[in-house]
């Protein structure tokens, strides 16, 4: 089974910056599409970014485009998100989570997960 291992988490005051990693030891990591979740207390999780295997097609949820930047380094099995000009509604706890199918928006398409790493927005 596949270990995803987020990064970079904390607070940060609105209009700031912030980024998260996701990593893994698996060799397995460059067939993988890659995505970034995200889930707020009483809320169902949302597709915040993806990246496909070799980082040729991005997407973005509406509320982060333009001010989140999703990449990938296949020869560092790690994934990356930059998230700036942060709001108070990004407060969330974020998940990076694998695919072998491809690029979605579901959930239910990824097959590995991260275990997260907390975002708090302040104002």
């Known amino acids: 089974q596949v270990q995803l291992v987020e990064s970079g988490g904390g607070s940060v005051q609105a209009g700031g910056s912030l980024g998260l990693s996701c990593g893994t030891s698996e060799g397995t990591f460059s067939r993988y599409a890659m995505a970034w979740f995200r889930q707020a207390p009483g809320k169902d999780r949302e597709f915040v970014t993806g990246?496909?295997?070799?980082?040729?097609?991005?997407s973005y949820a509406d509320s982060v485009k333009g001010r989140f930047t999703i990449s990938r380094d296949n020869a560092k099995r790690t994934a990356y998100l930059q998230m700036n000009s942060l709001k108070p509604e990004d407060t969330a706890v974020y998940y990076c989570a694998g695919s072998f199918s491809n690029l979605g928006r579901s959930p239910q398409s990824y097959d590995v997960w991260g275990q997260g790493t907390q975002v708090t927005v302040f104002s």
């Open positions: 990246i496909s295997w070799n980082g040729g097609r991005t």
